[in-house]
C-alpha cells in the first residue's frame, strides 16, 4: 500500500491524544506537489498537531503518515530526523533564531548540519539576503533585528537548502498585519519559484488568503474547503 498518486505529503485517519486529552480523532489531509495548502480552525482545535506529525516531529497513536510515496510514521527517529534534515523547511511563529549566531549564519545553519563546507554554506545563506530584502544585515545577531527582518532570516534559513516541504506553524503571528503581509508575499514567492509545497498552519483568514486550497482542523478532524484559488 502506498500514498495516493499526486500527494506528496498525507495523514490518513491520524488520532493522537496527550494523556487523556486527544489531539486528533482521524484526521485525514493530503497536499499534492508545489501546493500550498493553508490548515486553519481555532486554537486548540489540532493543527499545529497535525502539523509536526506530517512533519515526522510527533508519531500518532494510530492512522499512517506518508511522505513522496513513504510510509514515515514506523520509522524511527533517527530516519526521521534525517527526513527533516533533508527534505522540510520549518518556520515558527517567533522564528527561533539561534541569538548567538549572525543572521547569515542562522540561515546557512541547515547547510552546516548537513555537513556544508562552512565558506560555500555562508556564500549560499548570503544569496537570499538580496532576495529577501535583507541586504545589510547578514552579520546582525537576533537581537538587532525587527521582527519582520528576524522572521524573514527565519524564511531564508528554511528555503536555503531547497525543501520539498515547507512547514510553516503560524509565520505571521507575531508580526503586524503589513510587515505579516510583506512576510507572506515573500513566503510565496519563493515558494513557488522553488517549487516547494506548503503546509500553512494559521487561524488567521488574511494569511490563509494566500493559499491554494484550505482545510479547517476542528475538534481533530479535517473538513476541506471546496473553494480552490488559481496559482499565480
Known amino acids: 500500500m502506498s500514498s495516493d498518486d499526486g500527494f506528496l505529503v498525507q ?6 491524544s496527550f494523556g487523556q486529552t486527544p489531539a486528533l480523532q482521524g484526521a485525514n489531509l493530503s497536499a499534492r506537489a508545489g501546493e500550498i495548502l493553508a490548515v486553519t480552525g481555532p486554537s486548540g482545535s489540532g493543527k499545529s498537531t497535525l502539523l509536526h506529525c506530517l512533519a515526522g516531529i510527533l508519531v500518532p497513536d494510530s492512522g499512517e503518515i506518508w511522505y513522496d510515496g513513504r510510509r514515515i510514521d514506523t520509522q524511527g527517529e533517527p530516519e526521521r530526523s534525517t527526513m527533516r ?3 522540510f523547511g520549518f518556520v515558527f511563529q517567533f522564528g527561533q533564531l539561534v541569538p548567538e549566531l549572525t543572521a547569515e549564519e542562522n540561515v546557512a545553519l541547515p547547510l552546516l548540519l548537513a555537513k556544508s563546507r562552512r565558506a560555500s554554506a555562508l556564500a549560499e545563506a548570503r544569496s537570499w539576503f538580496g532576495r529577501l530584502g535583507l541586504d545589510g544585515l547578514e552579520g546582525r545577531r537576533s537581537g538587532e533585528l525587527s521582527g519582520g527582518q528576524a522572521q524573514r532570516v527565519a524564511l531564508a534559513r528554511a528555503l536555503v537548502s531547497r525543501p520539498k ?9 507575531a508580526l503586524d498585519s503589513l510587515t505579516g503581509e510583506h512576510v507572506m508575499d515573500l513566503l510565496v514567492a519563493s ?6 509545497t506548503v503546509v500553512l498552519v494559521t487561524h488567521e483568514p ?12 476542528r475538534d481533530g478532524k479535517v473538513t476541506p474547503l471546496f473553494v480552490e484559488r488559481l496559482t499565480s
Open 206 to 217: 488574511r494569511v490563509a488568503a494566500y493559499a491554494n486550497r484550505e482545510v479547517i482542523v
Open 165 to 173: 516541504v515547507l512547514f510553516a506553524d503560524e509565520p505571521t503571528g
Open 11 to 16: 495523514a490518513r485517519d491520524a488520532v493522537l
Open 85 to 87: 534534515r533533508d527534505h
Open 191 to 196: 515558494a513557488r519559484e522553488e517549487g516547494t
